[in-house]
């Protein structure tokens, strides 16, 4: 299996709002760690290709971890590891629109910035691409552009890169039809690697690759569990299973 999902949540017992910027921070120390794993490291290192989803995170990833066996590897963005092999990324419209004005201006002699071409450099051949939080506090964009950047011969692993919102019509396909198809001819194959999800403040949804699906009750002091599963169940479902479930 090409495609992996890790998708994990900072636990608290009051389930507790955070912050995008506090997600942003925690995915990117999280995927700077996890590149010296065995398994996710790779020989050589630079075919680790980290991708986050613009250039300041993928700046602020440089500065935060500047040794050099986490530099070793390929830090980039999602538009520059698309164009690095051929393709051109979708943008988000007010960036596209801004793109094009500079095009515009740029043809009429107004000002000698350097087009986006220069963006376009070659990266060191991928043996394996960790997608950092795409799409998730960012633009929908992030999502389309990773089937894009996919090869079938590269192994490619997205950390919390909220699916459940790109899988099950969180943005209807009457609004979004591109997206849709893209969520239904892309993303349907891939697999969770790792998954903790909170659900209505009363349980945990949660699954260790290749263990079965494990929905457990919380309680005061601890976890009870509900029920398995060979197969993930619908979130509603879930829901109500914990509302009126009996213990297993």
């Known amino acids: 299996m090409a495609f992996s999902e890790l998708h994990l949540l900072r636990c608290f017992p009051q389930f507790d ?3 995008n910027v506090e ?7 999280f995927a700077m760690q996890m590149s010296l794993l065995d398994g996710v490291r790779q020989q050589p290192s630079e075919g680790l290709w980290l991708c986050f989803p613009d250039d300041k995170e993928a700046e602020l990833a440089v500065d ?9 590897a390929t830090i980039t963005t999602i538009a520059e590891a698309v164009r690095s092999i051929g393709g051109e990324p979708q943008e988000p419209l007010g960036a596209a629109a801004a793109a094009a ?21 070659p990266l060191p051949t991928p043996c394996l691409q960790l997608i950092v939080q795409p799409g998730n506090g960012g633009p929908m964009e992030d ?19 909220a699916l459940d919102k790109v899988r099950t019509g969180y943005y209807p396909a009457l609004f979004y039809p ?3 198809k893209c969520a239904t001819r892309f993303y349907s194959d891939f697999e969770a690697a790792y998954y903790l999800r909170p659900l209505g403040g009363i349980g945990w949804l949660f699954r260790v690759y290749p263990e079965p699906w494990q929905l457990v009750r919380q309680q005061r002091d601890d976890l009870q569990l509900i029920e398995t599963f060979e197969r993930r169940p619908m979130l509603g479902d879930a829901v109500a299973r914990l509302r009126g479930g009996v213990a297993q």
């Open 23 to 29: 997600e942003l921070d925690a995915n990117r120390d």
């Open 143 to 161: 999502w389309m552009n990773l089937e894009k950047l996919y090869q079938p011969s590269v192994p490619m692993v997205i950390l919390n890169g």
């Open 64 to 72: 935060a971890w500047p040794g050099q066996a986490y530099q070793s």
């Open 101 to 121: 004005g500079e095009r515009v201006v740029r043809a009429l002699g107004l000002t000698a910035a350097p087009p986006r071409a220069d963006l376009a450099k």
């Open 178 to 180: 591109e997206f849709a």
């Open 17 to 19: 709002d955070f912050s």
